[in-house]
């Protein structure tokens, strides 16, 4: 019932890391990520015991894969989500059958009445992390990289509860011990990168990160344990690093990933990893599920950053002509117009002026600091605003 | 040299269309579009005969190909472009090791640019469309569909200037003529459907289309003959439902496709295309060369269009306080607010007002109206900016 990924060369980041680097398409995956490997596993080892229906609390990739998982096997299923989800993921999860409900702020509030409604109803809570059956579902892709990666040296694998980096690196390293199994965690939320580095339990505090499904802040034991014992290191990434590798992912892959699933690819290219000279590094690519919202934000400012776009907001007195000017002295240094509006109305100008938005594609920043001087330098004021 | 891409399910199309479709992601190849195909099958054809090296004149995919398969083939390569062509698209066959060179305002005066440079080199032109190698190259996506899709019943396929198209359908139909191979142009630019309508060949207007790879204004009388007799049909996909489909493939099927490459998905959901009932029909993603700054753009526009968006400008009297009890209302109306911006300076304000941007995320578009009625009744103007 799941898709076997395929795994895919990308001459960008094995020339940045100089070491060869392929990815493992997770976010092709039925359900938008890896997340469908532990449910399906979970059912399949609960068989009969199933059948009064499973729950789970969450806010996003689990509940999608356990309602994905529970309609195949044709078991009712419940989610508990929290009351600020994403309407998108939500709805989701409805469309594959379950039953939607909405409590509490966050995901641990999820869980404890997600417990508490197995406790009473019968139905058997799926844990999204901290349970074998679902650790054992994630390491296909670890069985699936064995069979399809012929010289396999490191697996690069995102660390939220560390049920994907476990299962992984147990199905990897019980057939090739000599493979390197290396987690990533989001900056700001990582709490077993810390637990591992000092050896005790580490909470993390609130935090909000764009590898927003990274975020648990207390990894259960079960899992942390298996961490300590068959992962190699635990790194980190910035949110800038995941931000610029979900666009690098987007213009040379021509793969949608969402935060949580570009982190290896930030610790690679950010040099957080130290790669194996010889043979193939793998990053697993574990999901995609990021509304085209979130995907413009990035996109938009990776534009800005690179000089590729810019904003500026000036004033044409409001004479015949003036406007034409303004837009041909552009047109000249060789910035392509993209949006010009009037922000006339709405505002009162006492004046006898107009202000204008420009929205300028330009080839560098180089270029667009080229294109500025030529507004100033003929007597418009221009404000960058982004 | 060319990667077999994966065939990927898509439920989302399948529930909308009635049938099973699936999706070749051939915007997953290296350099991003089928185009290497046909280059890497010239060469071939070419081999000592390619020594002093090709060229050809191309806005884009062609171009990538061509300098990638000449690198793989260690011949050198040059590349015509227009003076207008994105820098992204001209630096990338520069990376390839191509020489580029930057003359006239369309693929058109390249093509004779390339041309000329040929007689007088001694290198050998690769049309990017008009040469039965290059049809045969493409071909070998219909040779994989045959193999990989068990009960192929339908192919839909782009066509701008008939290569892919051509290619697909003789490879496929020589071994299942009952197999149906439809054609899809952008309706922008559309003479291939018109020549086959009419029976005369018919020459395309300048259009400015999303689907730009497509836009090639007048087919070859080779592919315009080889489309006659192969393909079923020719139809044609508005410019909005090309947007849509790249914005469904984004989010649903996690894959970035270039315009060109989703007028099929297009046709599809729009219904233009009658699938068979029984059996698969697989569409053809011929490429996912796109800027990161086109993808925000229609990802913003899909989510205005949604109801996820909304853009107001409104004022505020310029008084402490004012400005949060603006905030407060829209948050009590259950809208996120991603971003407010002061629109104080750069105008001059001579009242004591202030104007404020207000950038909202909104469930729906009823919910959008219920977060505008609630601005509107407290008393401020609110004008939707988009």
């Given at each position: 019932m799941v898709r076997r990924t395929p795994v895919l060369s990308s001459r960008t980041i094995s020339d940045a890391t100089g070491s060869r680097v392929v990815l493992?398409?997770?976010?092709?995956?039925r359900t938008g990520s890896f997340k469908l490997r532990g449910a399906l596993a979970k059912l399949a080892a609960l068989g009969e015991r199933s059948s009064a229906g499973v729950l789970t609390g969450s806010a996003g990739n689990h509940a999608q894969a356990l309602a994905y998982a529970a309609r195949a096997r044709d078991v009712p299923c419940e989610v508990f989500m929290p009351t600020t989800a994403a309407i998108g993921k939500s709805e989701a999860a409805a469309a594959l059958g379950a039953t939607v409900r909405l409590v509490g702020a966050n995901v641990y509030d999820c869980v404890a009445a997600a417990r508490e409604r197995a406790d009473e109803s019968g139905m058997t809570l799926v844990h999204p992390f901290d349970d074998p059956d679902v650790v054992a579902g994630q390491g296909t892709i670890g069985l699936e990289l064995l069979e399809d990666?012929?010289?396999?040296?490191a697996v690069v694998v995102p660390v939220g509860g560390g049920g994907l980096a476990s299962g992984v690196a147990i199905a990897v390293k019980s057939q090739r011990p000599e493979v390197k199994i290396i987690g990533v965690q989001a900056e700001a939320c990582a709490p077993v990168a810390a637990s591992l580095r000092t050896g005790e339990p580490v909470v993390a505090g609130d935090a909000l990160t764009?590898?927003?499904?990274?975020?648990?802040?207390r990894p259960a034991e079960f899992t942390l344990g298996l961490m300590r014992r068959w992962l190699d290191d635990v790194v980190v990434a910035s949110e800038d690093e995941i931000a610029e590798a979900m666009v690098l992912l987007l213009e040379r892959a021509k793969l949608v990933v969402e935060g949580a699933g570009a982190v290896g690819v930030a610790a690679l290219l950010a040099g957080r990893v130290r790669v194996p000279e010889r043979g193939t590094t793998v990053t697993v690519l574990?999901?995609?599920?990021?509304d085209a919202g979130l995907l413009a934000s990035i996109a938009r400012r990776h534009e800005t950053e690179a000089g590729r776009r810019l904003v500026v907001l000036t004033r044409v007195d409001d004479r015949p002509g003036m406007l034409a000017r303004l837009l041909a002295l552009v047109a000249e240094r060789g910035a392509n117009l993209v949006e010009v509006s009037h922000?006339?109305?709405?505002?009162?100008?006492?004046?006898r002026e107009t202000a204008i938005e420009l929205v300028l594609e330009t080839r560098s920043r180089q270029h667009a600091r080229e294109v500025l001087g030529g507004i100033a330098d003929a007597g418009y004021e221009a404000r960058v605003l982004r």
């Open positions: 493992k398409a997770e976010n092709l995956q990666v012929d010289d396999l040296a764009i590898a927003d499904g990274l975020a648990v802040k574990s999901g995609g599920n990021v922000v006339r109305e709405g505002i009162d100008l006492h004046v």
